[in-house]
Nanobody, 122 residues
Framework: HLAESGGGSVEAGGSLRLSCVATTTYTGYFCMAWFRQAPGKEREGVANIDSVGTPKYADSVQGRFTISKEGRTTSYLQMNNLKPEDTAVYYC???????????????????WGQGTQVTVSS
């Protein structure tokens, strides 16, 4: 079970911080990621982070978003300089059993949160 929090509405140029807590009986280390889905569009990968803290970002958010982890089961997504095109439902995902991440393909992730809405106005 994954639970996101921290979504909301901001003006362009503003910041938001999303949080994700994974509740699982799995005791190993695993990859965590953030995806987003805008209305009428496919769900796309935003960023992932592996068990040793190595991040990977989509080109569209590189330099503006920062993913981090706290312990094994908590992930954060700091979003700065937000743009209207960042408006979407943001989902936390986990790839249990894989210490290292294998990209931002949604098919690699079996565990998902319910999503949190981020709205950026111009």
């Amino acid at each position: 079970h994954l639970a996101e929090s921290g979504g909301g509405s901001v003006e362009a140029g503003g910041s938001l911080r999303l949080s994700c807590v994974a509740t699982t009986t799995y005791t190993g280390y695993f990859c965590m990621a953030w995806f987003r889905q805008a209305p009428g569009k496919e769900r796309e990968g935003v960023a992932n982070i592996d068990s040793v803290g190595t991040p990977k970002y989509a080109d569209s958010v590189q330099g503006r978003f920062t993913i981090s982890k706290e312990g094994r089961t908590t992930s954060y997504l700091q979003m700065n300089n937000l743009k209207p095109e960042d408006t979407a439902v943001y989902y936390c995902a986990a790839d249990l059993g894989n210490t290292y991440c294998s990209g931002l393909n949604r098919d690699n992730f079996a565990s998902w949160g319910q999503g949190t809405q981020v709205t950026v106005s111009s």
